[in-house]
Each structure stands twice: as C-alpha cells, then as structure tokens.
C-alpha cells in the first residue's frame, strides 16, 4: 500500500480482532513508527505501556463498561437505542493494550515552540498515536482507540506517575478483515462528512 492507500484503508477496530499474538519485530516496527512522530521542541513527549495481563485487561473493560452504561445514561430515544447496537471497544478480544502517556517534563524545562501553547505537548502524543494507526494498517493490523475511561483511573492502573497524563487505551492486534466503512457509520449513529464541509478560504465563514 502506498501512503494514501494506507490512509484510506485505516479504520477503527472493534470487532474485527481475532487475538492471534503478535511477532516481536512486528510491534517493534509499529512502536518505532510511533516514536519516529513530529514533537514540539524534539520533546517526544510519549510513553507506551503494553499491556497483555488477562487481569489487567479485564480490569480496564470493566472500568470502560460502567462507562460506556454512564455515556448510555445520557442518551435517549433513537440515540439511545442506535447506541445500544455500537461496541466501543475489543480490549479482551485484541489481546494488547498499549496505552499511551503525555509526559510534559520530557525535553524541558524549556521546550521550544511550547511556551505560548502548552497544549502543543499533547499534539506531539497525537501524531505518534497517528503515526502507529498508519504503521499498523500497513502491517495489516488493526486499531481501537478507547476513550470511555476516568484518566485517574488508567494512570493508577498501569502505574504512571501524577504529572505523566494517560491520552489513549489503543487496542492493536490482529485482525480477520478491515472494513472499508467506519463502525458509527456503519451502525448509523454518523455520516463522514465531505471535505468541503471543513474548508476554507482566507477566514473562516460560518455555516
Ligand atoms: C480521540 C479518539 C477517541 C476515540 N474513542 C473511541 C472509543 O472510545 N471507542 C470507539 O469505539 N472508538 C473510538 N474512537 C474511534 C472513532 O469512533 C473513529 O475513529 C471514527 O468513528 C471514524 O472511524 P474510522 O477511524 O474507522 O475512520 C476514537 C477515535 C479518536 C480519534
């Protein structure tokens, strides 16, 4: 797959894992295509936690079941049961969790470029998680970013230290096949939008 095509055939993976393991030099070539991402000030802000205990996987589903119930809570009517048909997540199924930190100490105390917009750090941890959904496709593999969970939560879980901000449970493993249309699209809970809709041209004009 060239670039674009990889662009085009990444998707969010829920249902898809099939918890085949995977080989070491495999995870490695994603890993360093994470840690091979832009940061502001060369900071490379990022740690990755891989997590494959059975108990600690069963541990964050929990924690994200009762969450997704609480999201569930504040929907009604057809959201509400459109809802009801989308899975949020394959944590068990996926068989690896890496969970991805902002660590804002990390290349400071002065890091360039960040001293008006601190979030600038948090960006940098974006594009590495980017860069592994991409290197992943590539390899064939799939993707699950779960988003359903208290921070404090997964930073006391996997152990990060107060300042060291959990931004991403990814699932990643093996899958049996890649759908070409997204999950929500899929289960109708929301339609891509074109380009156009986010376009424009010399200021900004309201829809
Ligand atoms: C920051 C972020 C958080 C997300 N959290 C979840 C989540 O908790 N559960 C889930 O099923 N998908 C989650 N997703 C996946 C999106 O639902 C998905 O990217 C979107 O529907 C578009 O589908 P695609 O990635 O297959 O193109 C998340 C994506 C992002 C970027």
New binding site residues.
């Given amino acids: 797959m060239n670039l674009y095509e990889t662009i085009g055939a990444?998707?969010?993976t829920?249902r898809e894992f099939t918890g085949e393991p995977l080989p070491d030099d495999v995870l490695t070539r994603v890993l360093e295509a994470a840690h091979a991402a832009p940061s502001v000030g060369l900071s490379q802000p990022w740690d990755f936690v891989l997590v494959r205990s059975p108990g600690t996987l069963a541990a964050f589903r929990e924690h994200v079941v009762l969450e997704r119930d609480t999201f569930a809570a504040s929907l009604s009517g057809e959201r509400a049961r459109t809802f009801d048909r989308?899975?949020?997540?394959g944590i068990r199924e996926s068989g690896l969790g890496v969970v991805v930190g902002y660590d804002p100490s990390r290349g400071g105390p002065a890091v360039l470029g960040r001293h008006a917009i601190a979030d600038a750090g948090l960006y940098s941890v974006c594009l590495a998680i980017q860069n592994l959904w991409l290197a992943a496709t590539a390899e064939g593999l799939g993707v699950?970013?779960?988003?359903?969970y208290r921070e404090e939560f997964l930073r006391d879980l996997v152990g990060f230290p107060a300042h060291v901000r959990p931004v991403?449970w990814l699932c990643l493993g093996a899958i049996a096949e890649r759908p070409e249309v997204?999950?929500?699209?899929r289960a109708g809970w929301?339609r891509r939008t074109p380009l156009s809709t986010a376009l424009h041209a010399e200021r900004y004009s309201p829809r």
């Fill in positions: 990444r998707r969010d829920r989308i899975k949020v997540e699950g970013w779960v988003s359903f991403a997204p999950d929500l699209e929301r």
